[in-house]
């Protein structure tokens, strides 16, 4: 393929590469020239977001900029002047899904030839994905990656004025880009970035490649961004990393993710919540400081992959299972009440019988409150893609099968201890099916779906549980705080 020369292409070698190099704050790298200022005047936007919080974060930061630059928002595609899909490259169904949705949307180019197409978030950091957007998917106009969504304006100019495609995605270590627009979806839970980037490695992830190094926020924008928040009105707040728990390593910040964890609680914001815990980092300090106080949530997604140790060996993960339940029967024992979530992968390269058995006895063993399973899906450019993928799908879907079965029945009876208890439910809102019924969380994550009269969503709400599914539970308000 003939590369343009104006464009830069992702290059998976480089993002791999971790140097020494010191990261750098930017604080004023976001700038709006002036002839770009009022280009979306008149114009319509339709950003759909796929994937995991992160993305969800990028999103609102990519709504921020549109609207600086006056774009109203819309939720019909129909009516779009610029079309952008913020993506996930953690799994093929999920690159499958966009690029099935940008073969779909392309016919609206027919009815509005000013339209714009655009891709940006992980999938664009993969070279083959934007070499398949630039053979295929010749109506997408411009393609940016997650390093330079500081540039949109400028890139944005460039494909509207110019009409030529404009790919720009940078595979480098990154740095941390602070003071962007940001426009939070929520009016009462907000996500707070605390660092960006992975350096751990897990030899079937893409992340490390299309999200750059590890890279901490200073603590003071942190308690900045949340001292806002709190005064804007929220409620809850979740702090979002690939790993919390290195949080602050590469900056020297003594005590790390318990320091920065105690400094947040000691806002007063009522409610936080973190994610991801990677096990390998978790310390006593940050258990001790979870136990400690009231409003951080006592709910822990703590990912385990496997059960097995040699899976997890050939994965990367770092730990074995025995370390994995030490920690988990710690954080147990000391964070009262708490409930616990975990991701799993079935179907890993030469992945046996006997070694799915062990992942299901793990699983029985801590009877978590809720499972994201996953069959695997080998990603270009990591090394367990260099594997073999040599466990058929058939005994793949039926690992998951019986994973889920487990998983779902644990899910099942720990809703099931809620019945006839009062929890306090942070209100979303009326739920979508029905008005007279409302949802929210409880402290533990739960879903509840409850009747009531009158309730304000961001409110905290008791609510007596009296019945348990799978993945909600269902009850009536007793007391509006
Ligand atoms: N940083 C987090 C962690 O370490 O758990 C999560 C990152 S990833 C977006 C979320 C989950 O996707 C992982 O925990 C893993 O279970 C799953 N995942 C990642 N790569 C995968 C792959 N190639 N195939 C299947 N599942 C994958
Ligand atoms: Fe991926 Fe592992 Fe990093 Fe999580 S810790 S983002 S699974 S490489």
């Known amino acids: 393929m003939k590369v343009n020369q104006k464009w830069n292409m992702p290059d998976l070698k480089a993002a791999k590469q971790r140097t020494k190099k010191q990261v750098t704050i930017e604080k004023s790298l976001f700038n709006i020239p002036s002839e770009v200022k009022n280009i979306g005047v008149g114009r319509k936007y339709y950003l759909r977001t796929y994937g ?6 990028d999103g609102e930061t990519i709504a921020g900029i549109l609207e600086e630059l006056q774009f109203e928002p819309t939720t019909n595609y129909e009516e779009a002047d610029l079309i952008l899909l913020n993506t996930c490259a953690v799994r093929k169904n999920a690159e499958d899904k966009v ?49 330079n969504i500081h540039r949109l304006p400028v890139l944005l100019y460039q494909a509207m004025m110019s009409k030529e495609r404009t790919i720009e995605v940078f595979s480098k270590e990154g740095e941390v880009i602070e003071n962007l627009p940001v426009k939070r979806f929520g009016t009462h839970k907000a996500w707070v970035n605390i660092m960006y980037g992975c350096d751990k490695f897990c030899t079937y992830c893409i992340v490390p490649y299309t999200r750059g190094k590890e ?10 961004e949340v001292k806002v928040l709190i005064k804007d009105g929220f409620k809850e707040i979740t702090l979002l990393g690939q790993n919390v728990n290195s949080y602050g390593k590469d900056l020297q910040v ?53 059960g097995s140790d040699s899976m997890l060996k050939i994965m990367g993960r770092r730990y074995t299972s025995e370390q994995y339940l030490t920690l988990f029967n710690k954080l147990k024992e000391k964070v009262k009440g708490a409930a616990f979530s975990t991701d799993i992968i079935v179907g890993f390269p030469n992945e046996t019988d006997e070694q799915f058995q062990d992942t299901l006895k793990l699983v029985d ?63 979303d809102g009326p739920s979508k099916k029905n008005k007279d019924v409302y949802s929210g969380y409880t402290p533990q994550n739960k879903l509840v779906n409850f009747t009531g009269e009158n309730i304000q969503s961001g409110t905290i709400v008791d609510v007596e549980i009296i019945e348990a599914k799978s993945f909600s539970l269902d009850g009536k308000a007793i007391k509006v705080d």
């Open 52 to 57: 995991c919080q992160a993305n969800e974060r």
């Open 99 to 147: 690029l099935g949705e940008l073969g779909h949307l392309k016919y609206l180019r027919q009815k509005n030839p000013d339209l714009l197409f655009g891709l940006c978030g992980c999938m664009a950091q993969e070279e083959d994905v934007v070499d398949t957007i630039i053979k295929k998917y010749k109506h997408v106009d411009l393609v940016f990656g997650t390093h």
């Open 215 to 224: 890279r901490s926020r200073q603590v003071e924008d942190i308690l900045d």
């Open 254 to 306: 003594e005590g790390g993710f318990a320091y920065l964890l105690e400094e947040v609680a000691k806002t007063g914001i009522e409610r936080i919540r973190f994610t991801t815990s990677h096990p390998w980092d978790f310390s006593d300090e940050m258990i001790d400081v979870i136990a400690k106080y009231d409003n951080i949530m006592p709910f822990i997604h703590l990912p385990v992959q496997s």
């Open 365 to 427: 063993h801590c009877k978590f409150d809720n499972s994201f399973t996953f069959i695997y899906s080998p990603r270009v450019g990591t090394p367990a893609a260099a594997m073999e993928d040599n466990v058929p799908m058939d005994v793949k879907e039926q690992r998951l099968q019986e994973l889920m079965k487990h998983t779902n029945h644990w899910a099942k009876v720990n809703n099931e201890s809620y019945k006839g208890k009062i929890v306090k439910v942070l209100v």
